[in-house]
T-cell receptor, first 113, second 114 residues
């Protein structure tokens, strides 16, 4: 499978718990992005990695959010002390070069109850 | 501040007819424009793009038109097919810190009626 893989597909968690999502990009892609999509909205940029370096973070990414991409391969997005407002679809995308089209994964849908 | 706007949340078109999806933007620094298609329970998939130095790009049944003076672009699908039923996102990118930062619109849900 040469696509972008995200796990888990769905996550239901209680408010206040920590959650971690994983993204495996296309292997030759050096750029990796996290986006968040809420109902009725388009994807909103969260953060960007080039190889293992996190080069940009959106102001949407509060201090409860942290992302890593060790060794420039897979990436994880952790949300600490989840809030109901964190409920959304979290999308990962990767690309080899800009600007022609990201390849998105199917997303992780987070529900905070 | 919504820099990329899709003012029509939904559109219904008869099979075989033309579908026209519209998008407006406000940031004159955008240098590439892209359209993505999204089916339920899947991530968006890249459809077609256009550079800001062009006014038209065509790929099979899909054509994107760019009017820079009006800060407007549109996606034409001819002929429309039931499999085209999906949410279409307009997106625009600009160079930022060594990469192209992409901003998405809110999407237009297209329904092609057989």
């Amino acid at each position: 499978d040469t696509g972008v893989s995200q796990n888990p597909r769905h996550k239901i968690t209680k408010r206040g718990q920590n959650v971690t999502f994983r993204c495996d990009p296309i292997s030759e892609h050096n750029r990796l992005y996290w986006y968040r999509q809420t109902l009725g909205q388009g994807p909103e940029f969260l953060t960007y990695f080039q190889n293992e370096a996190q080069l940009e973070k959106s102001r949407l990414l509060s201090d409860r959010f942290s992302a890593e991409r060790p060794k420039g391969s897979f990436s994880t997005l952790e949300i600490q002390r989840t809030e109901q407002g964190d409920s959304a679809m979290y999308l990962c995308a990767s690309s080899l070069g800009d600007p022609f089209g990201y390849t998105f994964g199917s997303g992780t849908r987070l529900t905070v109850v | 501040d919504q820099q990329v706007k899709q003012n029509s949340p939904s559109l219904s078109v008869q099979e075989g007819r033309i579908s026209i999806l519209n998008c407006d933007y406000t940031n004159s620094m955008f240098d590439y424009f892209l359209w993505y298609k999204k089916y339920p329970a899947e991530g968006p998939t890249f459809l077609i793009s256009i550079s800001s130095i062009k006014d038209k790009n065509e790929d099979g049944r899909f054509t994107v038109f760019l009017n820079k003076s009006a800060k407007h672009l549109s996606l034409h699908i001819v002929p429309s097919q039931p499999g085209d039923s999906a949410v279409y996102f307009c997106a625009a990118s600009e160079g930022s810190g060594g990469y192209q930062k992409v901003t998405f619109g809110t999407g237009t849900k297209l329904q092609v009626i057989p």
